[in-house]
């Protein structure tokens, strides 16, 4: 449960972001919500529903000057982020929009740091990092400014 909620948190500090970018007209990016069918209506706003399809990368926009973005967020209170945390769906179209010349990344928070990492480096971590798993200490090179929203498109180095 705490891990879901510090998820919860962590997705709330980027949609941040992503309204400071477009207030500022870097970037127009859009949380992608789960695809999902209300299957009963039990009053009161609750009901019961169903997935209805794999998920997709948790974030799609485009950057000023036309250029697509799309990336997953992620985030731990452990050590460790696991590559294996994405789906093969979310892999899969990560690598479709890479290829296709956007920008693609995997948005990562372990504990309190906060890193954008370009999809080819978390589709070939075992060849960067020797293992399927990174440290806060392995992405340092990615680690994005934190001002109460994770500034995934501003890198401190």
């Known amino acids: 449960m705490v891990n879901n909620a510090q998820g919860h948190l962590f997705e709330d500090e ?3 972001a992503c309204k400071q970018y477009k207030a500022q007209r870097r970037a127009k990016i859009d949380k992608i919500p789960e695809p999902f069918r209300v299957t009963k209506k039990h009053g009161s706003g ?8 794999a998920a997709e ?4 926009g485009t950057l000023a000057g036309g250029r697509s973005i799309v990336f997953e967020a992620k985030y731990t209170t452990t050590e460790r982020m696991h590559r294996n945390v994405l789906t093969q769906e979310q892999l899969n179209a990560l690598e479709d929009h890479a290829g296709m010349g956007a920008i693609a990344a995997v948005c990562v928070g372990i504990r309190d740091r906060f890193f954008f990492v370009p999809w080819v480096v ?8 020797g293992r399927k798993y990174v440290t806060a200490e392995d992405l340092q090179h990615y680690r994005v400014k934190f001002n109460g929203a994770v500034l995934f498109l501003d890198y401190l180095r």
Do not use: L, N, S, V
């Not at 990368?57 to 799609?60: G, K, T």
């Open 14 to 16: 980027i949609k941040t």
């Open 46 to 53: 609750i009901f019961t529903g169903r997935f209805t399809a």
């Open 57 to 60: 990368p948790d974030y799609q």
């Open 122 to 129: 978390w589709r070939d971590m075992k060849e960067f990092f």
